[in-house]
Every structure is written in structure tokens, then in C-alpha cells.
T-cell receptor, first 115, second 110 residues
Framework: AQSVTQLGSHVSVSEGALVLLRCNYS??????LFWYVQYPNQGLQLLLK??????LVKGINGFEAEFKKSETSFHLTKPSAHMSDAAEYFC?????????????FGIGTKLQVIP | DSGVTQTPKHLITATGQRVTLRCSPR?????VYWYQQSLDQGLQFLIQ???????AKGNILERFSAQQFPDLHSELNLSSLELGDSALYFC?????????FGEGSRLTVL
């Protein structure tokens, strides 16, 4: 079985401050991990992905995430928040289950950026 | 542009009616996933198809059904619609890596 836990359904940061969105996962097999972003009235776009190569993954728009196996975490960070970062962010895990790639999403974290 | 196409983008209908949502995956992708996103339930996995065969079922109601055709496009059929079925319905396709999402079909049931 696999699962994703995103701590904090709503996070507020000031413009220019550090963004930290938390994601913990569980998987009985080595997973692929993803962060997606959803802007209002749009579909989900891939921010970055971990596929068992480098543990520090850089994505679009200045975001990065670090895979920590010992902590089963894949937290998303950005050094300095911009107003345009306001969106909903989803963490997802993909792993082989019953012969196919099962994808499980977290509940999402809405990021508010305060001017 | 993800390469995944969903139609219609918006749909308004009445309770008790039936609608069909259509999805064309990215060229070459054999897997299609359907998700429902509502304010109170978040992003819920409904069903997955791979090359025409159902592979996994999530929280899909019996009133809902789906299929994937030989040309790999997929349709999600929603029947006996209720107010609570109002939501964004996303289709996504996948190769060996990440999911690519369409823009969604927004269903409003009045």
C-alpha cells in the first residue's frame, strides 16, 4: 500500500520569504515522487519529479525538493516566494502495485503569498 | 500544453441526466486516468485504463462508468446525476514517468 501525507492544507508566506511545503509518503517498493502545481481553473502541471537519480531535484519556477529516504519525505522548497506562486500544490507517489503503476495524490496545499 | 485534450470544458445539466466526458491522451501514451476534484473531497482517483483494459478502480460510483477505445481515447459516463456530482473531472495520461493532465471538464449539476 502507498500513501501521501501533506501537512497543512493552507500555508501563507510573505512575498520574498522561504516557501516550505511538506510531503511524507509511504510505499513498500521504491517510489517515484512528484510535485504538481494547479493554478485556478487550470489542470495540474508537473513542477518536479524524483525517479531514483539525484536526491535533490530542481524543478520549474525556482522550486526544488529533496528526497530523504530515512525520513520518507519529499518536501518542496523555494528560497523566495513570488506573488505568482500562489496556487495549490500536490505531492504524489507512483509505485508498482499489482503489476501496474499506481499513482496516489496528497490532499493538496494551498499556498497564499502575502504582499 | 500537456498534449491531453478534454471535452467539453464546461457542462451544465440537471439532476437525473446523463453526460459523457471525453479524453484524448498524449500521442503514444497507453494509460488514461480519471480524477474528480471537488471542494470538499479534493482530488479523487476514479479509474485507470491501460491500452483498452481497466487496470484500477478508485472511488468511482456505480452510476459512473468509463471505457478506453482502440484509438486510446477514453470516455467517462456519468448518469443519474446528483447535485454532489458537480466537480472538475480531470483526465491524465502517462508513459513510464509522470502523469500529464488535461485542462479538465467542469460539470455543474443544477
Amino acid at each position: 500500500a502507498q500513501s501521501v501525507t501533506q501537512l497543512g492544507s493552507h500555508v501563507s508566506v510573505s512575498e520574498g520569504a522561504l516557501v516550505l511545503l511538506r510531503c511524507n509518503y509511504s510505499s513498500s517498493v521504491p517510489p517515484y515522487l512528484f510535485w504538481y502545481v494547479q493554478y485556478p481553473n487550470q489542470g495540474l502541471q508537473l513542477l518536479l519529479k524524483y525517479t531514483s537519480a539525484a536526491t535533490l531535484v530542481k524543478g520549474i519556477n525556482g522550486f526544488e525538493a529533496e528526497f530523504k529516504k530515512s525520513e520518507t519525505s519529499f518536501h518542496l522548497t523555494k528560497p523566495s516566494a513570488h506573488m505568482s506562486d500562489a496556487a495549490e500544490y500536490f505531492c504524489a507517489v507512483s509505485a508498482l502495485s499489482g503489476g501496474y503503476q499506481k499513482v496516489t495524490f496528497g490532499i493538496g496545499t494551498k499556498l497564499q503569498v502575502i504582499p | 500544453d500537456s498534449g491531453v485534450t478534454q471535452t467539453p470544458k464546461h457542462l451544465i445539466t440537471a439532476t437525473g441526466q446523463r453526460v459523457t466526458l471525453r479524453c484524448s491522451p498524449r500521442s503514444g501514451d497507453l494509460s488514461v486516468y480519471w480524477y474528480q476534484q471537488s471542494l470538499d473531497q479534493g482530488l479523487q482517483f476514479l479509474i485507470q485504463y491501460y491500452n483498452g483494459e481497466e487496470r484500477a478502480k478508485g472511488n468511482i460510483l456505480e452510476r459512473f462508468s468509463a471505457q478506453q477505445f482502440p484509438d486510446l481515447h477514453s470516455e467517462l459516463n456519468l448518469s443519474s446525476l446528483e447535485l454532489g456530482d458537480s466537480a472538475l473531472y480531470f483526465c491524465a495520461s502517462k508513459d513510464t514517468g509522470e502523469l500529464f493532465f488535461g485542462e479538465g471538464s467542469r460539470l455543474t449539476v443544477l
